[in-house]
C-alpha cells in the first residue's frame, strides 16, 4: 500500500523496525523538551501529515514499552486518524507514572499501523437474530 507523506519534522520517516512490525514509530517533533507531571496529558506534534486510499484507516498506537517504563501511555486509547484527516499527526500521551516524565524532540513516543475499515450502511430492524450466547457477556462463560 502506498502511502503518501509530508515530513516537516528534522526527523527521519518513520520506519518498521523490523521486517513483521505491524506499526511505524512515530517520534516526537519539538523544539525544546517537554515534561509531564503524574497524569498531566499533553498533545505531542510528530510533524507529519499523510494520505491514505479509501477504505484504509490509520491508528496510532501506545508503545508498550514506554507504557511499562515510563507510565507513558496514550489517553485516547487507540487515536483514531481518518483517511480525509489532513492535519498533522499527533500524539495525546497521559503521563500514569507517579514521577515527572521528559520528552524529548526525536523520542519514539507511539505507533502508527494502517488497517482496512469498512463504511457501514445501517439497516435499523425490530429484531436481532439469536444465538447461543444472545446477551450474555463481560464474563458469561466464566473467567
Ligand atoms: O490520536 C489522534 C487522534 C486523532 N487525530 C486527528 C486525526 C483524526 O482524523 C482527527 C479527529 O480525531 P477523532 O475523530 O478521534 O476526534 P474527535 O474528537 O471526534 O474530533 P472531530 O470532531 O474532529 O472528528 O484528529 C490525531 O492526530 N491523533
Ligand atoms: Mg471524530
Not at 517537554?34 to 484504509?56: A, H, Q
Not at 497521559?94 to 524529548?104: A, F
Request: proline content about 3%.
Amino acid at each position: 500500500m502506498k502511502i503518501n507523506i509530508v515530513n516537516k519534522s528534522n526527523n527521519p520517516l518513520p520506519k518498521y523496525e523490523t521486517s513483521g512490525a505491524s506499526g511505524l514509530d512515530l517520534k516526537a517533533f519539538i523544539s525544546s523538551d517537554i515534561i509531564m507531571k503524574p497524569l498531566e496529558r499533553k498533545i505531542i506534534p510528530t510533524g507529519l501529515y499523510i494520505s491514505m486510499p479509501n477504505g484504509i484507516e490509520a491508528q496510532i498506537r501506545s508503545r508498550s514499552g514506554l507504557s511499562y517504563k515510563k507510565g507513558l501511555t496514550m489517553a485516547n486509547g487507540i487515536g483514531t486518524i481518518d483517511s480525509d484527516y489532513r492535519g498533522e499527526l499527533k500524539v495525546l500521551l497521559v503521563n500514569l507514572s507517579t514521577e515527572d516524565q521528559i520528552i524529548k524532540n526525536g523520542d519514539r513516543i507511539a505507533q502508527l499501523v494502517f488497517c482496512k475499515i469498512e463504511s457501514a450502511q445501517l439497516k435499523e430492524v425490530e429484531f436481532l437474530d439469536d444465538t447461543k450466547r444472545s446477551e450474555g457477556g463481560f464474563g458469561h462463560t466464566g473467567i
